[in-house]
């Protein structure tokens, strides 16, 4: 048996020595290279490593194979379903090359565990991963550890790989990446306006009843919405409930309390969100100055009546539900799902659980005709619900061939020839690839440079110090350990530091209760404070300038100004790189996420705008003026 082992290894990297030459060779049976991320990318570029020659990988991923990953991830096969990915995919690896040491790494790369240390212990680290918060992360680490990292990504037919080196090429970071949409709970509740929001609003139903539930997300008409606000009428249901809750002595009840009290009764359930609820809404007349106001949903309408009938021919998936339909798949969604909650526990939303998502909808539908909205088929409301581009198999091949191919680079110190590749059909003329020279550092980033204070826009009387913490410092720039520090401000004299957020865990519970909950201008920070923020974990460090502002977004109450301004001469290289393109790639941020593209009042789900294959600089930003956006497996 050994001596078939040692047969099979030698047959596979006999040949590698004359191609990538003694000295590259004999570093690959040293180096130790870290992978993260064992999913759609991770599988090919595992297997590729191995083959090329790496002796030494370690491999980090934190998910659980799902039955919906065998069509890609080809190390995985159905008896895998529900175990880890690095683990499964470390065995299946070994049977490729049986004397390659591969260490699997069952967590999350943004854990303290994985700290600066671990990371120096690498020699390049590449990076497959699946969102926007872990690549930055890995991004400062790298940065922080000085070990050269190669980024990866695909969007179904389109990908990219992108070497990041310190000191000689941009990383991850000098461009700033698109958020993910998210939508006022007042809108979801009340007054949605697009086919989006109720679809949103029928996942967070699905949480509220079946999973777990949380009293942020419940679905019931919010009279608190300052939209509401003035409304003086007394007549209202709503208001009637609350009165009598008061009376009572107890709070009113929650969407999940009124289920289990009513014992799940499909019927109840849908007169309570589909009609009562409406004229509950309908009392708050405050809201339907400017807006068409909602109607109860009528089950013997055939069809909305702005809906335009459909073809007979249409795919079963691709036809509009008339409201009897829906409310059929409503009560039968409810009943079933009710049994599997009673069995299984909470449940977890899957687009791929079929129960689940015609209950999602057919209650997203329901909303939609209450609201006038254009109703969407089971695969269009499957879409926007589940956040799909479809994963393509052969775009992750070609991109994990990809880096490997800069990671020998990188391993040989080759930095000349590094080249960020994107793979798009038609990119030029009939190429598939696209490769392009890296640009060089940003000085304004402040994950690799020295940026001068980003302007930061809030109402400094209303803001927190709690929205501080999550809406800037852990969402907007990704931190995992945020400390903050100011000089108080005496007049025109500047005093004394203060620290307004420590970063030791042990003061975070006392934070949390006695700091996070006061106003910014409460704790001494006035219009034009600058503040120091930094993580000791990714050892970063940069500074914020907050401006106030009396006025308050409706979807974020902190807004970042003043980013990574370009200098004029980048604009007009990158407008001259557009002009001489053929083609823009769009690769998106993740095999699997959605835009809501907004025209002309309506929302259409979108992939995101991508890496446009022909500038010259591969710069990240607005897709209107055709700069690249990063892609993820």
């Known amino acids: 048996k050994k001596k078939k082992t040692g047969t099979l290894s030698m047959m596979r990297t006999e040949g590698l020595q004359p191609v990538l030459g003694a000295e590259l060779y004999e570093k690959l049976q040293t180096c130790r290279t870290l992978v993260v991320g064992a999913g759609g990318i991770g599988c090919e570029l595992l297997k590729n490593l191995v083959m090329t020659g790496f002796r030494n990988i ?103 790989a992108q070497p990041i080196v310190k000191g000689r090429t941009e990383c991850y970071e000098c461009e700033p990446k698109p958020q993910p949409k998210t939508y006022p709970v007042c809108t979801i509740r009340n007054t949605p306006s697009a086919p989006i929001h109720c679809i949103v609003w029928a996942k967070f139903l699905f949480a509220q009843l079946f999973g777990t539930a949380e009293d942020e997300n419940d679905v019931s008409p919010d009279s608190s919405d300052p939209s509401a606000q003035g409304d003086k009428s007394a007549s209202g249901k709503d208001k009637v409930e609350a009165g009598a809750a008061a009376e009572a002595g107890t709070p009113r009840l929650t969407t999940r309390q ?85 069995e299984q526990g909470d449940l977890s939303w899957d687009k791929d659980d079929d129960t689940a998502m015609d209950f999602v909808a057919a209650a997203a539908n329901m909303r939609c005709h209450s609201f006038g909205l254009p109703q969407k088929s089971r695969f269009d409301v499957k879409s926007m619900a589940g956040n799909i581009i479809p994963a393509i198999a ?16 990188v391993l040989s110190g080759d930095y000349d020839r590094l080249r960020m590749v994107f793979v798009a059909r038609g990119a030029r003329g009939n190429r598939l690839l696209a490769p392009l020279l890296p640009s060089k550092p940003r000085p304004q980033c402040h994950a690799c440079g020295r940026p001068p204070p980003l302007d930061v826009v809030a109402n400094l009387q209303v803001a927190t110090v709690g929205d501080l913490v999550q809406e800037v410092l852990r969402q907007h720039f990704g931190l995992i350990a945020p400390a903050v520090s100011f000089q108080r401000r005496d007049g025109d004299a500047v005093g004394s530091v203060v620290e307004l957020v420590s970063s030791d865990e042990d003061d975070l519970e006392i934070q949390k209760e006695k700091v996070f909950p006061c106003t910014l201008q409460a704790k001494g920070i006035v219009n034009g404070t600058t503040l120091t923020v930094s993580d000791d974990m990714q050892k970063l460090t940069f500074e914020l300038r907050l401006r106030h502002t009396d006025e308050v977004s409706k979807d974020h109450k902190f807004v970042v100004t003043a980013e990574l301004p370009q200098a004029q001469e980048e604009k007009e290289e990158e407008v001259a790189a557009n002009q001489a393109a053929s083609a823009k790639s769009k690769v998106a941020d993740a095999d699997d996420v959605v835009e809501i593209v907004v025209e002309d009042g309506d929302q259409k789900v979108a992939p995101k705008r991508g890496s446009d294959d022909a500038e010259e600089d591969g710069q990240q930003g607005d897709a209107g003026a055709g700069r690249s956006k990063r892609a993820r497996d």
């Open 58 to 160: 370690d491999v980090i991923d934190l998910d659980t194979i799902d039955v919906t990953n065998l069509n890609r991830q080809f190390l995985f096969q159905r008896q895998h379903v529900g175990s880890s990915k690095c683990k499964v995919a470390r065995e299946s690896v070994l049977g490729f090359n049986p004397d390659v040491s591969i260490t699997a790494r069952h967590g999350n790369v943004m854990s303290a565990e994985y700290d600066i240390s671990f990371f120096e212990g690498f020699d390049v680290v590449i990076n497959a991963l699946d969102n926007l918060a872990a690549r930055k992360h890995v991004n400062r680490m790298c940065l922080a550890a000085a070990v050269p990292l190669v980024e990866s990504g695909s969007a179904g037919y389109l990908g990219q």
């Open 258 to 342: 009124w289920a289990e009290q009513c014992g799940y009764d499909a019927d109840k359930l849908f007169l309570k969100l589909f009609v009562d609820d409406i004229n509950v809404l309908l009392t708050l007349t405050n809201l339907w100055k400017n807006r068409a106001p909602p109607r109860p949903v009528c089950v013997d309408e055939a069809m909305a009546p702005h809906q335009q009938p459909q073809p007979e021919e249409a795919l079963p998936d691709q036809r509009l539900w008339a409201m009897q339909e829906c409310r059929d798949v409503f009560i039968q969604s409810v009943k079933k799902l009710h049994v599997a909650m009673k």
């Open 394 to 409: 052969t775009t992750n091949a070609v991109v994990a061939g990809l880096v490997v191919m800069e990671a020998l680079k």
